[in-house]
């Protein structure tokens, strides 16, 4: 449909920083037999097809049950490019964790929210291996529309901070006044809930999958992930 990368989830039972259809679509993937080694398999078959860039995003107690290393490794065998991890702290990561992901060359991307600190933000750009994630707004996924003067102060102020990393803004981003607005102070937008729910009522996922990214995007060459 012409996205230009694809954030992948790793279905959890606790996914703290998603909101109900993400919960929702999780809970139903796990009931369906999901698992982090189908999950792996599937991906090696997209990669036979598709060289666009994968990040999967999940929550760190997976990544321990599974293993690190072994997860991390098994990560970059499959073809995946990056991970998205909002419960792994920094120190843990700087401390235990940032040699292995660079030795699998897995980038690594990091969240800030209007309440980082300028401090936090500048040690998170330059930890980052890839793109920072800007949550929008202090809420979990899927849990607004619009965006208000108080978020577009927000990301004035993080333009303003010149950082090395590019930045995707995420969280209540669902549609073409969202998306558009959202591109023009970053580099581009991630939107997870509304795609699901458009998937939840659809009958043919290709063509609504292919609508969704037309209605989003309306032809503006920006990133949408």
Do not use: W
Not at 159 to 171: V, W
């Amino acid at each position: 449909a012409g996205v230009d990368l694809i954030e992948i989830g790793m279905p959890y039972s606790d996914p703290l920083a998603d909101g109900p259809t993400i919960q929702e679509s999780g809970t139903q993937a796990i009931k369906n037999g999901m698992t982090l080694d189908l999950l792996f398999q599937q991906i090696e078959e997209v990669r036979q097809h598709s060289e666009i860039p994968l990040v999967m995003m999940g929550y760190f107690n997976q990544v321990m049950q599974y293993g690190e290393e072994k997860f991390f490794k098994r990560v970059a065998e499959v073809g995946v490019d990056g991970l998205i991890l909002p419960d792994l702290p920094i120190f843990e990561y700087e401390t235990f964790y940032k040699d292995i992901l660079e030795a699998n060359d897995l980038t690594i991307s990091f969240l800030i929210t209007p309440q980082t600190s300028e401090e936090r933000i500048r040690k998170i750009d330059a930890l980052t291996r890839g793109f920072i994630y800007m949550v929008s707004n202090s809420s979990i996924t899927g849990a607004k529309t619009g965006i208000s003067e108080a978020q577009l102060a927000y990301f004035n102020r993080i333009n303003d901070m010149q950082l090395d990393n590019p930045r995707l803004i995420g969280f209540g981003i669902s549609n073409y006044e969202t998306f558009r607005t959202a591109c023009k102070y970053s580099n581009g937008a991630i939107i997870g809930s509304a795609f699901i729910r458009t998937l939840a009522k659809a009958k043919d996922i290709r063509q609504a999958t292919l609508d969704f990214v037309k209605m989003v995007r309306e032809d503006v060459q920006i990133p949408v992930v």
